[in-house]
Structures are given as structure tokens and as C-alpha cells.
């Protein structure tokens, strides 16, 4: 009864646990769900701004609606707190919501045996830090972890933490954040959340959500405490740590982490994936696969300048062999006939003067189609921007051609359906090839949600 009476309300479901606000998404499927995700927020930690990303992966196809999934906000950071809390605090406070959860879901005995639904540990940024250090005193009981663009290690030699350093000195927080903060109390909310909309360009379910932080009492202090014990604390991953993952490992546990691309995450740049991929023993993946088109704003290809300007020399040569052109007899039948199309038509001034028009002929629409290099053979459309045949110098070039709008949907599916179709090893790192940023939460909800689903369906169902 209880089950159908959750299923009757739209997810996520409001609620409060220790003093933090949460957010819960019930299992679709009707019955014990297969799956229990726990999920934990980075700084600022407000269960809200993942509310895209945990929708659509409660309802994602790959699941069939048989996971439930909590997320609880971080204390102090969207309810008043009198007093900054501390990230020891925050994992102390998700053990504890891994214990409600664990006893929520006991044991069933079905078909003749007992069973148990799967408990995952979800974790975004710091999150997943919290994750690891929850990990350490509840290995036991957790199948496998998460870690989406996590920040794990050495988090105080970013690059962006190295940019906001003065924000993260210990007085800030108690002499300079006071006075903004009170003017931004005073300003009515109708007013302050389209100018926190122009100011961070974040859609309106994020700056709302933006906007609830910044007026409430204690929360940006909490936030920026905490930020400033992650600079301090968070530095080579600890044997502690590593043994727990390896533990977890030793038996059906999975390991996966997410990463941006390169250098594209100030917060997690390369050097720190590498390190954390050797300590924890994480098999290197590419998502999507590299055989995928990665998407971007242009494509580059490379072209031979001499290829082209024989190309070019050739078709100009031709045209000059034609018979100038003659205008064709005017005719004494009324007869309505077919007008001659003038595309792609040219105007030519003769000697004397005139100007007569030239038909277009089947060259000049394939003025650069099959220009070929030493590499490889390309072709161009007669749209392709001509600054090819302007560039004079020897060798290659890069050439821009037109703006290509990649479907992301259709090659994160065929991502989706690679990885669930290869098994995959238990411990993977997997590096975004399509862009996706560090707060993925804000615009790439769908898109993480769907190779998450596929990592769920396959490690658990």
C-alpha cells in the first residue's frame, strides 16, 4: 500500500533528513527496488541542482524504473545553520544516511532466497570525496561507487582553486562575506533572481535554486568554510582509502569514475585523473567511443593548397576554351515554355560593353569537389567557404568549413548501448570526449544521465 501510495506522487518527493533537505525518487517499477542510489552533492551541496540529472536517470529505459534514488542536501546549505559546518561533518552526516537507507531496505526472501537491493554510492565533485571517505567505514555494505568529475586528490593545486585561493582564507568567511551577503538579503527575490540569472547565465530551475542559497542565513559561509577545509584536506589519496576500494573490489564491488576532457575541468586536470587512475587501479574508457563523432562547434579538416590550385587553375582553363556565349533565337510561338534557370548563372561585361548572361554548366557547382592530398582524399560541396583557394602558402592548411550541429542524443544512445552490450571491467575511468563540463548538472543532466543508467543496468541488473 505504501509502495502504490508513493507511486501516485510525481518525483521527487520532499523531505527532510538530519537537519538537511532531500530529495527522493521511489522505484517506478512497483515492489522492492533492485537498486538504491545514494547520491551526494558537491559545494555548493543542494540536493536541487541535481534534480535534472536524478529525473532523468530514475526514468532513463536501461533501468526500467527498478532503482530508488535519495539525495541529501549538505548541512548548512539550504537550511539555516547557526554555525559553519565542516566537511568531517558532512561525511558524518552521510553515514548516517547510509544507515536510514541500508535499514529501509532490509532483506527479502524471494523465490526461496534471500535478497538484497544494491546499494550505490553516488558522488559529484567533493561529493565523491565523501563518498570514498563514507566508503572506508561502510565498505560492507556498499556495491559499488560512483564518482562523476571528482575531486579526490590534491584538490588545492587546480587550477581553480588556485584562482579563487584569496576567497579560501579563514577570514573571509567571518569579516568580508557579512556585508554582500546582508545587502542581497534585502533585495526582493522577484528582483535578485533574474540578476542572478544574467549574472551566472544558469537556466531558471538553477538560478532559482542560486538564488534560495545566497539568501539563506548561514549557507554561504557554510560553503565557503567547507571549501576552504577541501583546499587543506583533500591531498594524496590515503591508504585507507585505496584498501577500501580494493576491498570492495576483492568481491562483486564496481568502481566508476567520470572525467572531462584534457585539461577542460580546472578542477580535476589530467594530472590528477592519472594519479588517482594508478592508486585506485581504474581501467582508462572513452565516452563516448573514440569511433563517435565528438561534438564541437566546427569542423577543421586539412587540405593541399597545390591540390587546389591545380584544381582551380584546371577548371579556370576549361572555361576559358568555351565559345562565348550566343543568346538564344526569340521565338514566334506563344507558347508558354520553360524559363531557364539562373542559379549559380554569371553576368559577363564584353569589350564593347554589353553584358550577357552564361548559363551555369555542371563544373562550376563542383569548382572544389575531389581535391585530393598526399593523407587522404576529402570532398567540398560548392558551399564550402573558398579561403582554400586564397591560401597562397605551400604545403597544408587548416580549413573551416561550414558550423555541423552534432547529435548529442544519438551518440551518447550509441554509447549507452556499446557499453551495455561490452561488459565492462569493475574499475573503469571514463573520459568525457563530448564535452561535458565540471558542473554537468546545469545543462548535461540528460546526457549523464543516460551513461550512467547504462553503467547501473549493466554492473546491477
Known sequence: MAVALLAAFTPPLRATFASAPALVWPSRAGGPPKIVLLFIPGNPGLAEYYTPYLSALSSAPALQGKIEIICVSHLGHAAPSPTPTTLRAQVAHKLLAIDAARAAYPAQRIHGRE???????????VGAYIALECLKERRHVVDSVHMLFPTVSWIGKTPNARKLAPLFHPIVPAFFLPLPLLVLSLLPFALLLPLIRLLTRQNFEA????????????????????????????????????????????????VRAYWARGEEDGWAPSWIRKQVESALTLSPLTAPPSDMPAPSLKKFRTFSISALRSRRQAHHAAKASKPPP????????????????????????????????????????????????????????????????????????????????????????????????????????????????????????????????????????
Not at 217 to 238: D, F
Not at 441 to 461: G, K, N, P, V, Y
Request: charged share 25%; net charge negative.
Open 207 to 254: 538560478a532559482k535554486t542560486t538564488t534560495n542559497f545566497l539568501v539563506t542565513p548561514g549557507a554561504v559561509r557554510s560553503a565557503v568554510n567547507m571549501a576552504g577545509e577541501e583546499m587543506r584536506e583533500i591531498r594524496k589519496l590515503r591508504d585507507e582509502t585505496i584498501k577500501a576500494v580494493r576491498e570492495i573490489g576483492s568481491g562483486e564491488g564496481k
Open 115 to 125: 535478497e538484497r537491493p544494491r546499494f550505490v554510492l553516488g558522488g559529484h565533485s
Open 326 to 461: 550566343v543568346t538564344p533565337p526569340r521565338l514566334n510561338s506563344r507558347a508558354p515554355r520553360r524559363r531557364p534557370s539562373l542559379i549559380g548563372a554569371r553576368a559577363v561585361r564584353s569589350i564593347d560593353g554589353s553584358i550577357s548572361i552564361e548559363a551555369p554548366d555542371d563544373s562550376s557547382a563542383t569548382e572544389y569537389a575531389g581535391a585530393s592530398t598526399d593523407d587522404e582524399t576529402v570532398t567540398l560541396s560548392h558551399n564550402t567557404p573558398k579561403t582554400a583557394a586564397r591560401a597562397l602558402d605551400s604545403g597544408s592548411a587548416v580549413i573551416e568549413s561550414p558550423e555541423v550541429e552534432l547529435d548529442l542524443n544519438t551518440a551518447l544512445a550509441g554509447s549507452a548501448k556499446n557499453v551495455a552490450s561490452h561488459p565492462l571491467p569493475a574499475f573503469t575511468s571514463a573520459v568525457c570526449n563530448i564535452g561535458m563540463p565540471h558542473a554537468f548538472c546545469l545543462d548535461h543532466s540528460e546526457h549523464m544521465a543516460r551513461i550512467t543508467a547504462a553503467w547501473l543496468a549493466q554492473d546491477h541488473l
